[in-house]
C-alpha cells in the first residue's frame, strides 16, 4: 500500500483490482479537496510518484515542456534510456522532436480533413447499428463501440480489412497489458524483462510491429492515398523516418486511434443507461448533439492518466519537485474539478463550456485525433437516436484491469427500438 503522506487514511491509485471494480470518484474528489498534489510511494523496483488532482496544476504541467517532460514514458513504469529509444512513439518526446514528428500527420488530422469521412462514418455506424438493435440485446463494445472506430481507422492509415480482428486484439493485449482475461502475459505479474523494449512491454508489441513492417514494404513498393504512405514518404531535416520510428508511429496510431473512440462510445452508452432522462433530452433536442458529444467525452475520459517526469529542481503547489521524479497528471479528477464544472458528478448532454480534459489541454501533447474522435462520437449518437429509444443494463458491466484507461470489456444492454411501442 503506498504511503499517503498527506492525509491520515491511504489512497491506493495503483491497486488495479480497485480500478477494475470502479473508478474512485470519491477517493480523486477527496484529493483535490486536501492534497492537490500528493507523494505516493511506490514498491520497488519504482520509486514513487507526485500525484496530481486539480485541473489547473494538470493544464499548467501539460503545457511546461521545460520543466516536465515526456521522454523518459508517460506510464508508471520506469524504462531504461535504452528501452525508450527502442520504443519511443510520439507521446514520449519533447519540442521540437515531437513538434517535426506531429508535423508528419498532423494534415491527416485537421477539422476539414476529418470532415471528408463524416460520410463514411456514417454509412459504417448505420451498417453496424441496423445490425445490432433488431438484436434488442446485445454486447454494445462487441457489436457497436468496437465496429466503427476500427474502421474508420483502416480507411485513413490503409489497414487491409481482412487483418481487422487482428489489430483489435493486439491493441487490446497491449493497452490492457494488466488484465489477465485479456493478455496472457501480465505487467506487473509475469517476468517481463525480455521485452522491456516493446510496445507496453509485451511480446504482442512485437507482433504489432512484425503488422506493419509488412505494410510498409508494401507500400514502399506501392504507394496507395493513405496515411501508412504519408508516413513512409515523409522526411524530417532531410532523412526518411528510421525502421524503429516507423515502428512506433504506426503501434501509436493503431492503439491511440482505435482503442480511445471505443472507450468513450460505450462508456457514453453506460452513462445514458444510468441516465435514462439525459436520453430523452438529447433525443428530444437534436441541437444538443455537439455539447453531448462533449459531455460523453469528460464522462467517459477514455485515458486517465499521462505522467511527465520532473526536467530540473521545482515547485507544484507548494510542494518541492525533485528533478527526476515522476509526476501523473489524473485527467479524469481534473474532468470533475469542482473550481472548472459545476455540478461536475452530473451527467449533462446540455453542459456547455465545457473545457474537459480528455483530449490534454494545451501544450504540445493535445490529443492528434481529437476532431476524428469528435466525429466518430456525434455520429454514433445521432443514429443511435434516430433507431433506439431507450437503453436499459442487461447485465454488469466488466471493466478492464487498469487504470490507464476506463475501458469496458462488455457492456450488455437491452435496447427499445424507436417505434416499438404501440
Not at 503522506?5 to 470519491?26: G, I
Not at 520497488?44 to 520543466?67: C, K, Q
Not at 524504462?79 to 527502442?86: F, K, L
Not at 493485449?173 to 517476468?191: F, H, M, Q, S, Y
Request: proline fraction near 7%; include cysteine.
Amino acid at each position: 500500500m503506498p504511503n499517503f503522506r498527506d492525509m491520515k487514511s491511504t489512497v491506493d491509485l495503483t491497486d488495479l483490482d480497485a480500478w477494475e471494480r470502479a473508478v474512485p470518484y470519491d477517493a480523486f474528489a477527496r484529493l483535490r479537496r486536501e492534497a492537490p498534489v500528493a507523494w505516493f510511494e511506490e514498491e520497488p523496483p519504482n520509486h514513487g510518484f507526485w500525484s496530481v488532482h486539480r485541473y489547473a496544476t494538470i493544464v499548467e504541467i501539460s503545457r511546461d515542456t521545460t520543466r516536465f517532460s515526456s521522454a523518459t514514458g508517460v506510464s508508471f513504469e520506469e524504462p531504461t534510456p535504452e528501452d525508450m529509444v527502442a520504443r519511443r512513439t510520439i507521446i514520449d518526446m519533447d519540442p521540437p522532436a515531437h513538434t517535426k514528428l506531429r508535423k508528419v500527420l498532423g494534415p491527416s488530422f485537421t477539422p476539414r480533413a476529418v470532415a471528408v469521412y463524416e460520410h463514411f462514418v456514417r454509412s459504417l455506424t448505420a451498417i453496424a447499428l441496423d445490425e445490432a438493435v433488431p438484436r434488442g440485446e446485445l454486447d454494445f463494445v462487441r457489436h457497436v463501440a468496437r465496429e466503427v472506430p476500427i474502421r474508420v481507422l483502416a480507411r485513413i492509415m490503409g489497414l487491409p480489412q481482412d487483418d481487422l480482428d487482428g489489430f483489435i486484439e493486439l491493441g487490446d493485449k497491449l493497452i490492457a497489458n494488466t488484465d489477465p482475461e485479456i493478455t496472457d502475459v501480465v505487467w506487473g505479474r509475469d517476468d517481463t524483462d525480455e521485452y522491456r523494449r516493446y510496445p507496453f512491454r509485451s511480446p504482442y508489441g512485437k507482433q504489432l510491429w512484425e503488422m506493419g513492417r509488412a505494410l510498409v514494404a508494401e507500400r514502399l513498393r506501392q504507394p496507395a492515398d493513405d496515411l501508412i504512405s504519408t508516413v513512409v514518404a515523409a522526411e524530417i531535416d532531410g532523412e526518411r523516418l528510421s525502421e524503429v520510428d516507423l515502428d512506433n508511429f504506426f503501434s501509436i496510431l493503431v492503439i491511440a486511434g482505435n482503442e480511445t473512440t471505443r472507450i468513450a462510445l460505450a462508456q457514453g452508452i453506460l452513462a445514458f443507461c444510468e441516465h435514462p432522462g439525459e436520453w430523452d433530452r438529447l433525443r428530444r433536442d437534436p441541437g444538443l448533439l455537439n455539447s453531448a458529444t462533449e459531455e460523453v467525452l469528460r464522462w467517459s475520459c477514455p485515458t486517465h492518466f499521462m505522467r511527465r517526469t520532473a526536467a530540473c529542481d521545482t515547485e507544484l503547489a507548494g510542494r518541492r519537485v525533485a528533478a527526476g521524479d515522476k509526476v501523473v497528471l489524473w485527467y479524469v479528477s481534473g474532468n470533475r474539478d469542482e473550481d472548472v464544472f459545476d455540478d461536475p458528478d452530473r451527467f449533462d448532454v446540455g453542459r456547455t463550456p465545457n473545457p474537459h480534459l480528455s483530449f490534454g489541454r494545451g501544450g504540445p501533447h493535445m490529443c492528434l485525433g481529437a476532431h476524428l474522435a469528435r466525429l466518430e462520437v456525434r455520429i454514433v449518437l445521432d443514429e443511435l437516436c434516430k433507431r433506439v429509444a431507450r437503453f436499459e443494463l442487461a447485465g454488469a458491466p466488466a471493466r478492464t484491469r487498469t487504470n490507464f484507461t476506463n475501458g469496458l470489456k462488455r457492456l450488455p444492454v437491452a435496447v427499445e427500438p424507436v417505434g416499438a411501442r404501440p
